[in-house]
């Protein structure tokens, strides 16, 4: 088989249909050149795939009926440890924000779209997320609830796309057209234990995505699980490559610790 060929055999199977071209060439490209049959690059792929965006998320999620945002935040792994916590998050997180208009971006958000209700501060919540199902998700309760939030099916691999997004958001054209001035809205970034995700695919890629939408953002908020999700053990992994890169290229706002999670918030210098 070619490589179209069995790219399209790897996404045969439903959990990966709706995955973002992009991805799964990335994941594809980690075992192209290795000696072995067409059958094994496809199982090696998909395993991988499994690991960086199936493996958080319940079957069960992919076709709920009229579910609450609770039953929803606790069928993901991501959601559900942090469903305790989500007031105590928003509110450190936004605290210098009160009074402003705030634009949410997050990136590879699962469901955390369903989340918003939590937000003290309302403002408009942009999605970006590479799991179709989970997008439409997000996108039919924005809608159903008239919620101001949109999520976009994309692969935060494609750099250009992510920073057009961004870009978009958060510059308030003026209703009436007497005003010269834009209202400038606020943005902030989540990027929700995301991170190991796309290192899984490309090594020190992180880098050089937070280099390039920071910039963008006038806050940014990364997070890691501090303890395995499954087992619930404390990790021994202190992941200094990226609190060294954050420290050496920004300027670090805030640092903690709660739910089995750590936040770090940081802005351009
Ligand atoms: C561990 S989950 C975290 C979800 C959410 N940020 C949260 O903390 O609640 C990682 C998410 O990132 C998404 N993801 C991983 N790699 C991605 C990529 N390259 N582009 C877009 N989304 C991605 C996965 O599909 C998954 O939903």
């Known amino acids: 088989m070619n490589k179209s060929e069995l790219i399209k055999k790897i996404i045969e199977k439903k959990e990966f249909s709706q995955l973002p071209e992009k991805d799964v060439e990335i994941a594809f490209s980690h075992f192209e050149k290795r000696q072995t049959s067409d059958e094994e690059k496809i199982r090696l792929t998909r395993e991988l795939l499994h690991k960086v965006f199936g493996s958080f998320t319940s ?7 009229n579910k609450s945002e609770e039953w929803i935040l606790r069928k993901h792994l991501s959601t559900r440890e942090r469903l305790p916590y989500y007031k105590e998050v928003y509110e450190r997180i936004l605290k210098e924000f ?13 469901v955390n779209g369903f989340s918003y209700k939590y937000f003290e501060k309302k403002g408009d919540y942009i999605a970006i997320e590479s799991v179709g199902q989970l997008v439409n998700l997000m996108n039919n309760y924005f809608k159903e609830n008239k919620i101001s939030g949109v999520a976009y099916h994309e692969s935060l691999f494609n750099l250009k796309k992510i920073k057009k997004i961004i870009l978009e958001t958060g510059v308030l054209l003026p209703k009436e057209p007497t005003m010269v001035e834009k209202v400038k809205i606020l943005r902030i970034i989540f990027l929700f234990k995301v991170l190991d995700s796309l290192e899984m695919l490309e090594r020190d890629y992180s880098k050089k995505l937070l280099k390039e939408i920071a910039p963008l953002a006038d806050k940014v908020v990364i997070s890691f699980a501090t303890r395995s999700m499954i087992k619930q053990k404390k990790f021994k992994v202190e992941r200094h490559w990226i609190l060294d890169f954050i420290k050496e290229n920004f300027k670090v706002l805030d640092d903690f610790e709660l739910g089995g999670e750590r936040y770090i918030c940081f802005e351009e210098e």
């Open 59 to 65: 079957q069960k999620l992919l076709s709920p009926k």
């Open 98 to 110: 009160e009074n402003k208009k705030i634009n949410i971006i997050d990136l590879g958000a699962g």
